[in-house]
């Protein structure tokens, strides 16, 4: 059944129009669902194919939207070039919901309330319908089967046989969807007792009973963590987040350097239009770091979208989101699955600026220069936050190379040198101003 004009936290009783059933889309081959890389550093599609991790966070999405609504916003969201889709599978109060964790129009998760033994089909048909728009619109949804934010008093109070149980529950319902990845925790403070581990690793280890066929990932505590700072969660994921309100290789770099380590991606970092967010350069400066220190991929969040505030419709369309764009639109016309973190300076050698400190806070003020560059000496990318010179060893390509500067802020190239001699140490300084009249810069070295 499909609903319109109720979009955002909008009353279900105003303008709700009934809309007879439409039969399901027929949906093209996927995908889906995502693997491991041979050597363990990125994901890859069913055909074998690097899968960029380019993510919006629409938490609520479930709770706060109509089918009309989420088809809309997955479809705009797709447009952009976002192909992931962060969804909390249930949401109350503390994740953009209500007290009640009903969906905008009262169906609520669980007949019994607050108890997991007792799924309401109802509602989980509204959630299979919102997993499948996505999945209309190609996007893979990292779906948080009980995130812990909200939802960890009531783990306590259910124990982990019943934990287990929510999970067998999700896992057969959920093994044939294709666009899944799992994902547990949230602002999971507490992690590091055994109790509450055990809770939220008893869905997980229930679902895995009847689904073997998607990868998990975690999300553990803020301030900053990655998903292996708990080494009991690595037999069952398949994909480290790393998350950080803070500067965001410093994290990455842990998670990429980790001897046990699994693919990374940046899971959450600050939100455009909270805290640091509020300004459009610290969005940006967020993804290229942890792009350039080994990161799969990253996740973006407007503090509109993620919750569906009212004036969500209009946020979509932020400086943020189009930035974000400019980012994968770089990323993915080159090798990026390729590109190792130029850890010892081997190509760029002067102009680094500060390492920061791992609790290191005010992005704005860090000027860390994040390099990376392939093996076989083809290709490098480096992030400046602002304008210095800087010293490029052209010693470390394989041939003659083209140099250019990327604005991050509208996605044009300003070229520098063509064929350049792979030979000897360039200095080099962006050409300005980027277009939003800031300074950041992004320098992409390719051989001819």
Same mark, same amino acid.
């Given at each position: 059944?499909?609903?319109?004009?109720?979009?955002?936290?909008?009353?279900?009783?105003?303008?709700?129009?009934?809309?007879?059933?439409?039969?399901?889309?027929?949906?093209?081959?996927?995908?889906?669902?995502?693997?491991?890389?041979?050597?363990?550093?990125?994901?890859?599609?069913?055909?074998?194919?690097?899968?960029?991790?380019?993510?919006?966070?629409?938490?609520?999405?479930?709770?706060?939207?109509?089918?009309?609504?989420?088809?809309?916003?997955?479809?705009?969201?797709? @447009?952009?070039?976002?192909?992931?889709?962060?969804?909390?599978?249930?949401?109350?109060?503390?994740?953009?919901?209500?007290?009640?964790?009903?969906?905008?129009?009262?169906?609520?998760?669980?007949?019994?309330?607050?108890?997991?033994?007792?799924?309401?089909?109802?509602?989980?048909?509204?959630?299979?319908?919102?997993?499948?728009? @996505? @999945?209309?619109?190609?996007?893979?949804?990292?779906?948080?089967?009980?995130?812990?934010?909200?939802?960890?008093?009531?783990?306590?109070?259910?124990?982990?046989?019943?934990?287990?149980? %929510?999970?067998?529950?999700?896992?057969?319902? /959920?093994?044939?969807?294709?666009?899944?990845?799992?994902?547990?925790?949230?602002?999971?403070?507490?992690?590091?007792?055994?109790?509450?581990?055990?809770?939220?690793?008893?869905?997980?280890?229930?679902?895995?009973?009847?689904?073997?066929?998607?990868?998990?990932?975690?999300?553990?505590?803020?301030?900053?963590?990655?998903?292996?700072?708990?080494?009991?969660?690595?037999?069952?994921?398949?994909?480290?987040?790393?998350?950080? /309100?803070?500067?965001?290789?410093?994290?990455?770099?842990?998670? /990429?350097?980790?001897?046990?380590?699994?693919?990374?991606?940046?899971?959450?970092?600050?939100?455009?239009?909270? =805290?640091?967010?509020?300004?459009?350069?610290?969005?940006?400066?967020? @993804? %290229?770091?942890?792009?350039?220190?080994?990161?799969?991929?990253?996740?973006?969040?407007?503090?509109?979208?993620?919750?569906?505030?009212?004036?969500?419709?209009?946020?979509?369309?932020?400086?943020?989101?189009?930035?974000?764009?400019?980012?994968?639109?770089?990323?993915?016309?080159?090798?990026?699955?390729?590109?190792?973190?130029?850890?010892?300076?081997?190509?760029?050698?002067?102009?680094?600026?500060?390492?920061?400190?791992?609790?290191?806070?005010?992005?704005?003020?860090?000027?860390?220069?994040?390099?990376? =560059?392939?093996?076989?000496?083809?290709?490098?990318?480096? %992030?400046?936050?602002?304008?210095?010179?800087?010293?490029?060893?052209?010693?470390?390509?394989?041939?003659?190379?083209?140099?250019?500067?990327?604005?991050?802020?509208?996605?044009?190239?300003?070229?520098?040198?063509?064929? =350049?001699?792979? =030979?000897?140490?360039?200095?080099?300084?962006?050409?300005?101003?980027?277009?939003?009249?800031?300074?950041?810069?992004?320098?992409?070295?390719?051989?001819?």
């Amino acid at each position: 059944m499909l609903l319109s004009g109720c979009g955002g936290n909008s009353n279900p009783s105003q303008g709700v129009v009934i809309i007879e059933p439409e039969p399901d889309p027929v949906l093209e081959p996927t995908e889906f669902p995502l693997q491991i890389s041979q050597n363990g550093r990125f994901l890859v599609a069913q055909d074998g194919q690097p899968f960029f991790i380019h993510g919006d966070s629409p938490q609520a999405l479930i709770v706060n939207l109509s089918e009309n609504d989420a088809d809309f916003y997955l479809g705009r969201r797709a @447009a952009q070039g976002f192909n992931v889709a962060w969804i909390n599978l249930i949401a109350d109060e503390e994740t953009g919901g209500r007290v009640d964790a009903s969906t905008f129009d009262g169906i609520v998760p669980f007949t019994t309330p607050r108890d997991l033994t007792t799924p309401n089909e109802a509602y989980f048909a509204r959630a299979d319908a919102m997993i499948q728009l @996505a @999945a209309k619109h190609k996007q893979l949804v990292v779906l948080n089967p009980i995130e812990t934010e909200g939802w960890l008093d009531v783990l306590q109070e259910n124990g982990v046989d019943s934990a287990r149980e %929510y999970g067998r529950f999700l896992g057969n319902r /959920y093994v044939g969807f294709d666009n899944i990845i799992w994902m547990h925790g949230n602002n999971f403070q507490t992690f590091e007792d055994p109790n509450d581990a055990a809770l939220v690793q008893a869905v997980a280890l229930g679902i895995q009973e009847f689904d073997n066929r998607h990868l998990h990932t975690s999300e553990l505590a803020f301030y900053a963590s990655g998903s292996l700072d708990d080494p009991s969660w690595r037999p069952i994921l398949g994909l480290n987040g790393s998350f950080t /309100y803070f500067i965001t290789y410093v994290q990455v770099l842990k998670d /990429y350097n980790r001897a046990d380590f699994l693919p990374t991606f940046l899971i959450e970092a600050n939100y455009e239009r909270e =805290a640091q967010g509020n300004i459009p350069g610290n969005i940006r400066r967020q @993804a %290229y770091w942890a792009l350039l220190s080994g990161a799969a991929g990253h996740m973006y969040g407007h503090r509109s979208t993620w919750q569906f505030l009212p004036d969500w419709r209009n946020a979509i369309n932020s400086v943020g989101a189009r930035h974000m764009e400019i980012v994968k639109d770089l990323f993915t016309s080159v090798a990026w699955f390729d590109l190792v973190p130029d850890q010892q300076h081997e190509v760029v050698t002067s102009g680094l600026g500060t390492f920061a400190q791992e609790d290191s806070l005010v992005l704005g003020e860090n000027d860390y220069l994040t390099a990376a =560059a392939t093996e076989d000496g083809t290709l490098a990318i480096a %992030y400046l936050p602002n304008i210095r010179t800087i010293t490029v060893n052209m010693g470390a390509f394989a041939g003659p190379a083209n140099l250019r500067w990327y604005d991050p802020t509208n996605g044009n190239f300003t070229g520098i040198l063509n064929s =350049a001699p792979n =030979a000897g140490d360039l200095v080099l300084t962006p050409p300005g101003l980027n277009s939003e009249g800031t300074e950041d810069w992004v320098l992409l070295i390719q051989t001819n």
